[in-house]
């Protein structure tokens, strides 16, 4: 195995752990809305915060360090638009998430927890649920242009 796979693999993986983590917590939240229950929508931000944290970030810093090693060891430039693009869509992404939803998420749920759930706190949980959505669809759209390199 060259360095360069080695950086590959550890590129893919990390974004297949952010982006299907990421999934996997929309599948859950779309689950608690549809119960009814405030008890684990509540839960549901909490430990969304926690995972933000301990999973997602990580994870997106893998994706970031292994970009740069696979720009460096690999045939592309730093000027390449889908590398200038991968760095602008990961900062973004990255910033945004976070920067403030994971956090928002996480006081959301604590929030949900104390007070139980209100109109006021449904609806900014459903604005949060939606951002993440789209940041998700980002992810996918840099994942789609990194595969496919259209025009080069």
């Known amino acids: 195995m060259t360095s360069y796979e080695l950086w ?13 983590g990421a999934v996997a917590v929309q599948v859950y939240s779309a689950l ?3 119960s009814g229950d405030p008890a684990r929508s509540a839960a549901l931000g909490k430990d ?4 933000v944290r301990w999973i997602f970030m990580p994870a997106s810093l893998v994706v970031l360090v292994s970009g740069v090693l696979l720009v460096d ?11 200038v693009l991968g760095l602008v869509g990961w900062a973004a992404v990255s910033l945004t998430a976070f920067g403030y939803l994971g956090r928002a998420l996480s006081r959301v749920g604590m929030r949900m927890a104390t007070e139980g759930l209100s109109p006021q706190l449904g609806a900014e949980m459903n604005r949060l649920i939606l951002l993440a959505r789209i940041l998700i669809l980002v992810l996918l759209l840099i994942v789609f242009v990194m595969v496919v390199k259209p025009g080069t």
Do not use: R
Not at 48 to 51: I, S
Not at 73 to 83: A, I, M, P, R, T
């Open 8 to 20: 590959l693999f550890l590129h893919l993986s990390a974004m297949a752990l952010w982006i299907g």
């Open 73 to 83: 060891e690999g045939n592309w430039d730093w000027s390449e638009w889908f590398v």
């Open 32 to 34: 608690a809305k549809a």
């Open 48 to 51: 969304t915060g926690v995972v």
